[in-house]
């Protein structure tokens, strides 16, 4: 009992510590913003403001994220969160000098890579995960060689699966809390005390910023805010998750990162479809064609916000309750089918209605 009050207290300090200082720190990294010329210009139709609005929000974001781990987080004796922190530098620093001058996509994908593989030689690998197949007498697959590659994967895909959601005002933001609050949970329920510190920094680092990113967007998170948040949770998912091989589903950390992994993955298909590069930027993610639908931008927000809840309680669900484990999992995919169906064919569920007037399209997350 002892453990868990403190446990509790420690995460709710650790919360407010971030929450503080990336509140505080978001109107310091605004003027620096304005110095070094990190402006979003709305020079296309891509872009939904109408005034230059000044990036590198996400710097703020690690700041109240760093301040807190280093006040709350057992660093000094995790060689586990040191490598995940080196390379959340490393993306950082990468993500400000994008936001400042934009950087050749390839080469970001490059620094991704080999971001991901320090927190890898510091023992944050994918060894195993629950089997999938149900009728199967094995209760995890061992990955062996592929661990490596597959961690990889993992961690850059995740990466940029969450920059590529940031296309309006505090979208990607928002889901991010509330895939750190589902992990934050799930780290709570499994007594993983280490993780649930470094999952209540990261909210509340993003709580934190909210006020200034909400619509009508006064700071943008940029890059730098987008890709470190991507890179915690993809991390934080193998060292809380993944592991737990044996306690947890296969499916809970696809449920908890579902909304940026779908958009991800449609998108890429989308685009090899019609002949492009995966890499391509176009209009056509899942936000975009909610406000085809006629959504504006605080509905088509608040519309994904709730789809990452519910995906975000699956999750939970999942975790605490075996007996429910397939019927749950079985509903949640109908709810995600229904919606990711209506927003990839919207004509076919909007045949009497035509919005009015479209707004132009905000820069999404990685050109």
Known sequence: MYFENQLIVDVLLALLAALVVSFLMTPVVKTFAYKVGAIDVPKDDRRMHKVPIPR???????IGFMVSILLFADVRHSPQLQGILLGAVIIVVLGVVDDIMALPAMLKFVVQIAAALIPIFHGVVIQAISNPNLLSDSAYWVLGKLSIPITVL????????????????????????????????????????????VMAALVGACVGFMPYNMNPAKMFMGDTGATFLGFILATMSIQGLFKFYAVISFAVPFLILGLPLFDTAFAFIRRIAHGQSPMHADRGHIHHRLIDMGLNQKQAVATLYVISAILGLSAVVLTTSSELKAMVFFLTLCVVAAVAARVAFPREFQEDHKPEKKEPYKKDGFE
């Open 56 to 62: 590198l929000g996400g710097l703020a974001i690690f």
């Open 154 to 197: 993992w961690i850059v895909g995740i990466t940029n699966s969450v920059n590529l959601i940031d296309g309006l005002d505090g979208l990607a933001n928002g889901v991010s809390a509330i895939s750190a609050t589902t992990m934050l949970v799930i780290a709570i329920l499994v007594s993983e005390s280490q993780v649930a510190v």
